[in-house]
C-alpha cells in the first residue's frame, strides 16, 4: 500500500500526539511547570487582550458617536486619522474617571466605617445579649442550652482579634514576597496595556492581518467557520459586559437610594460593594449582601434582619424584570446553563472564571443548537425528498 505524503504526515502527526500524552501521563510535574512557565511568558499578551477588549466597548461607542459614519472630502480624511487615537484617549480617560470616582467615594466611606466598627465591637458583645435576652426567654430551649449560657461575647471577640493579630503579622513577614508579587504584576500590566494600546490603534490592520493568516493555512471554508465564531463571540461578550456593567449600576442605585429613604447607616458603601460583586452572575450580590448584614449588625443587629429583607426584594425586582431584559436577551443563556456556568467556572478559576464562563457557554450554546437545527433541516430536507421519489414511483 502506499502511502502519500498526506497520509504520512497524519500518521507523523497522531503518533507525535500519543507520545507526548503517554510522557505527560507519566511526568505531571513537569507538565505543570511548563505550563506554568508558558502561562507565565504569555501573561502580558492574554492581560493585553482582556484589557483591548475591555476598552474596546467605550472606544467603539464613542468612534460612532462622535465621529459617525466617514463623509467625502480632505476634512474627512484627517478627521479619520485623528478618529482612532481621540476615540482611545477618551475611552481610557472614561475609565481612569469611573475608578477614581468610584476610590474617591468609597476609600474614605471604607476609612471612617473602619474606625467606627473599631469603636463600636467592644460594645457589640453586650449588645447582642441584650438583643438576644428576649428570645431567650421566650424559647424554653434555648433557656437550658448550654452553649448560650457559657457564650462569653468578649472572649469570643478577643480571640477573634487574636486569629486578625496573628495573620497581619505572618502578613508583614512575607512583605518580600507580596512586593515581588505586586511589581511583577505591574511589569505584566504595563506590558499587557502596551500590546493593548497597539492594538486597538492598528484594529483593522491587525484585522486583515489575522484574516490573511487563516485564509492561507486553511481552506476557505474553515477560515470562514472560524472567523463567524470570533464575530458570535464578540458580540455575546460585548453585550455580556454591556450589559453586566449596566445591571450592577441599576442595583447599586436601587440600594442606594432605597438605604437613604429607610434610614440604613452605610448606604453608599454597601451600595457601591453590592454594585461591583453583583458583576459575578447569580451569587455575587449575595457577597456584597453578607458583607452589608455584617456591618449593619455591629451597629444594629435588628437593623441587619431588615436589610435581609430589603435585599431579598430588590433581588427579586432585578432578578425576574431588570437582568432579563438588560443582560438575559443579550446572552440568550437559560439559568440553568448558568448556574452551571458560573460553577464551574468559579471552581475552576475564581472570580475571573464566574466572568468567563457565563458568555463562553452562551457561545457554546449558541453554536450548539445551530448544529441542530442544521441536522434537523437536512433529514428534513432527506426525507421530503425520499417522499417525493416515492410518490413518482
Not at 88 to 112: M, N, Q, R, W
Amino acid at each position: 500500500m502506499k502511502i502519500n505524503k498526506k497520509s504520512f504526515f497524519t500518521i507523523f502527526s497522531s503518533g507525535a500526539v500519543l507520545i507526548l500524552l503517554h510522557w505527560g501521563i507519566h511526568n505531571p510535574e513537569k507538565v505543570y511547570s511548563l505550563v506554568s512557565l508558558t502561562f507565565g511568558l504569555l501573561m502580558p499578551v492574554f492581560l493585553g487582550l482582556c484589557i483591548a477588549f475591555v476598552l474596546n466597548v467605550p472606544m467603539s461607542a464613542i468612534e460612532r458617536t462622535l465621529f459617525g459614519k466617514p463623509q467625502k472630502g480632505k476634512a474627512e480624511l484627517l478627521r479619520q486619522n485623528l478618529k482612532r487615537p481621540v476615540s482611545f484617549i477618551l475611552a481610557l480617560l472614561f475609565v481612569v474617571a469611573v475608578i477614581s470616582l468610584v476610590i474617591f467615594l468609597v476609600v474614605p466611606e471604607l476609612i471612617k466605617t473602619v474606625r467606627i466598627i473599631g469603636e463600636t465591637i467592644p460594645e457589640f458583645g453586650k449588645r447582642m445579649q441584650d438583643w438576644l435576652a428576649p428570645l431567650i426567654e421566650a424559647t424554653p430551649g434555648l433557656q437550658s442550652s448550654q452553649i448560650l449560657s457559657e457564650l462569653n461575647w468578649k472572649t469570643l471577640f478577643s480571640k477573634g482579634w487574636d486569629v486578625l493579630h496573628n495573620s497581619m503579622t505572618s502578613l508583614v513577614g512575607s512583605t518580600f514576597v507580596i512586593a515581588s508579587s505586586v511589581f511583577s504584576g505591574l511589569v505584566n500590566f504595563g506590558l499587557g496595556f502596551v500590546f493593548s494600546a497597539y492594538i486597538l490603534l492598528q484594529k483593522e490592520e491587525c484585522e486583515k492581518q489575522s484574516k490573511r493568516v487563516l485564509y492561507a493555512f486553511l481552506s476557505t471554508e474553515k477560515a470562514d467557520r472560524f472567523l463567524y465564531i470570533c464575530n458570535l463571540s464578540n458580540r455575546i461578550f460585548t453585550n455580556f459586559l454591556t450589559g453586566q456593567c449596566l445591571e450592577a449600576v441599576i442595583l447599586g442605585g436601587m440600594f442606594f437610594v432605597c438605604m437613604n429613604l429607610l434610614g440604613f447607616p452605610y448606604s453608599l458603601l454597601i451600595s457601591v460593594l453590592i454594585a461591583f460583586t453583583a458583576l459575578i452572575p447569580v451569587f455575587g450580590a449575595f457577597i456584597g449582601m453578607a458583607v452589608g448584614v455584617f456591618l449593619i449588625m455591629v451597629n444594629n443587629p435588628m437593623q441587619a434582619v431588615w436589610f435581609v429583607v430589603l435585599f431579598l426584594i430588590l433581588q427579586q425586582i432585578e432578578g425576574n424584570f431588570i437582568y432579563p431584559k438588560v443582560v438575559g436577551s443579550s446572552v440568550g443563556l437559560p439559568a440553568l446553563w448558568v448556574l452551571l456556568a458560573v460553577t464551574l467556572g468559579g471552581s475552576m478559576m475564581g472570580v475571573f472564571g464566574m466572568l468567563v464562563m457565563v458568555p463562553a457557554f452562551s457561545v457554546l450554546y449558541a453554536l450548539f443548537w445551530e448544529n441542530v437545527n442544521k441536522r434537523i433541516d437536512t433529514k428534513r430536507a432527506l426525507h421530503d425528498t425520499q417522499s417525493e421519489q416515492l410518490n413518482e414511483q
